[in-house]
């Protein structure tokens, strides 16, 4: 069983890497992010406060990680209460404790988020950090929103950006920041393809020291 931990930023291009790696390897894929938002959506559609830490702890204990609807948890406003409600340190537990059960599965998995690398898989074969300039991701993400049918500007979207940031950077419990042996990819001025490639060679080289090492005799 082989877990591959892909951390960064809103909007850095770790999620569409990640299921391409996922792909590419035969694994299972999480995107933890959706997990939050899945908790996040619960709590709009009920008309809850998004103070409320152990509402969301116990919505948290429900959800089935193998059944999040991206297309439904994409939308801006549950990303915004998602990043609001992540901050809480019981519901992030009860999340991480899912995740890492998600993480066993075989024959592997990849894990992407914000504290992959660092909280939820700390031991994971492979981990990468995948960022690129706010700029650059508050103009992806305009241009998604837009796309969409949203209706927004994209002063707003990099403010939200800026802001988010700061959420997940500057929270005291697992803060957004790579592993400390994480393979840094920044897709500033990177297509996902290359992006891709320069993951699996990464990823390749792990793999086969990992092999080789078991391989090699006592």
Same mark, same amino acid.
């Given at each position: 069983?082989?877990?591959?931990?892909?951390?960064?930023?809103?909007?850095?291009? %770790?999620?569409?890497?990640? =299921?391409?790696?996922?792909?590419?390897?035969?694994?299972?894929?999480?995107?933890?992010?959706?997990?939050?938002?899945?908790?996040?959506?619960?709590?709009?559609?009920?008309?809850?406060?998004?103070?409320?830490?152990?509402?969301?702890?116990?919505?948290?204990?429900?959800?089935?990680?193998?059944? *999040? #609807?991206?297309?439904?948890?994409?939308?801006?406003?549950?990303?915004?209460?998602?990043? %609001?409600?992540?901050?809480?340190?019981?519901?992030?537990?009860?999340?991480?404790?899912?995740?890492?059960?998600?993480?066993?599965?075989?024959?592997?998995?990849? *894990?992407?988020? =914000?504290?992959?690398?660092?909280?939820?898989?700390? #031991?994971?074969?492979?981990?990468?950090?995948?960022?690129?300039?706010?700029?650059?991701?508050?103009? @992806?993400?305009?241009?998604?929103?837009?796309?969409?049918?949203?209706?927004?500007?994209?002063?707003?979207?990099?403010?939200?950006?800026?802001? =988010?940031?700061? @959420?997940?950077?500057?929270?005291?419990?697992?803060? *957004? %920041?790579?592993? #400390?042996?994480?393979?840094?990819?920044?897709?500033?001025?990177?297509?996902?393809?290359?992006?891709?490639?320069?993951?699996?060679?990464?990823?390749?080289?792990?793999?086969?020291?990992? &092999?080789?090492?078991?391989? &090699?005799?006592?």
């Amino acid at each position: 069983m082989t877990v591959i931990a892909i951390d960064g930023p809103a909007a850095a291009g %770790k999620g569409t890497l990640s =299921r391409l790696i996922a792909d590419a390897y035969g694994f299972h894929h999480l995107d933890t992010g959706l997990t939050y938002r899945a908790v996040a959506k619960a709590m709009i559609d009920a008309g809850l406060p998004f103070d409320n830490e152990a509402v969301a702890v116990r919505i948290a204990r429900s959800i089935e990680l193998a059944g *999040l #609807d991206r297309t439904v948890l994409s939308a801006h406003e549950i990303g915004e209460a998602a990043s %609001k409600i992540a901050v809480m340190p019981k519901l992030r537990k009860a999340l991480v404790e899912a995740q890492r059960a998600f993480s066993r599965r075989n024959p592997g998995t990849v *894990l992407d988020g =914000r504290d992959i690398g660092t909280v939820v898989c700390p #031991d994971a074969a492979a981990k990468l950090y995948v960022t690129a300039s706010p700029e650059v991701r508050a103009s @992806r993400r305009y241009e998604e929103i837009v796309h969409n049918g949203g209706d927004t500007d994209f002063e707003t979207v990099l403010a939200d950006i800026r802001k =988010r940031d700061a @959420r997940d950077m500057d929270r005291a419990d697992s803060p *957004l %920041k790579p592993a #400390d042996n994480a393979y840094l990819i920044d897709t500033s001025e990177m297509s996902i393809e290359a992006a891709f490639q320069a993951a699996k060679t990464h990823i390749d080289a792990v793999l086969e020291r990992e &092999a080789a090492a078991i391989r &090699a005799p006592e």
